[in-house]
């Protein structure tokens, strides 16, 4: 599976933006995916993941009931709606994808290239 991120900009904080992330690959319909991030001189984090039909959901406490993560499999395609954003949300966004039927937060074998995030005041 390759994955291409993009989406990525400035924004307000309170602001939005929302982070695309193109798959490709036979077996991108049986993988979870992902999307982490990863603040200057930090490891980088778990922000949110889908399940393989999209049905299912998981988030970081830092950015539940903000973002907001989906899936088209047709289009083979992860998206990741950032809402009320906040200072804190300033980092490079990485999309990743894993053959995996559950929510996993770590252990990603696909990964993306960042995507810049930066929210002002």
């Known amino acids: 599976v390759q994955l291409q991120a993009s989406g990525g900009g400035l924004a307000q904080a309170g602001g939005s933006l929302r982070l695309s992330c193109a798959a490709s690959?036979?077996?991108?319909?049986?993988?979870?995916g992902g999307w982490f991030r990863q603040h200057p001189g930090k490891e980088r984090e778990f922000v949110a993941a889908?399940?393989?039909?999209?049905?299912?959901?998981l988030y970081a406490d830092s950015v539940k009931g903000r973002f907001t993560i989906s899936r088209d499999n047709a289009k083979k395609m992860v998206y990741l709606q950032m809402n009320s954003l906040k200072l804190e949300d300033t980092a490079v966004y990485y999309c990743?994808?894993?053959?995996?039927?559950?929510?996993?937060?770590?252990?990603?074998?696909?990964w993306g290239q960042g995507t810049q995030v930066t929210v002002s005041s």
């Open positions: 990743a994808a894993e053959p995996d039927y559950g929510l996993p937060r770590k252990g990603y074998d696909y």
């Open positions: 690959g036979r077996t991108f319909g049986n993988c979870a």
């Open positions: 889908v399940n393989w039909r999209g049905d299912s959901t």
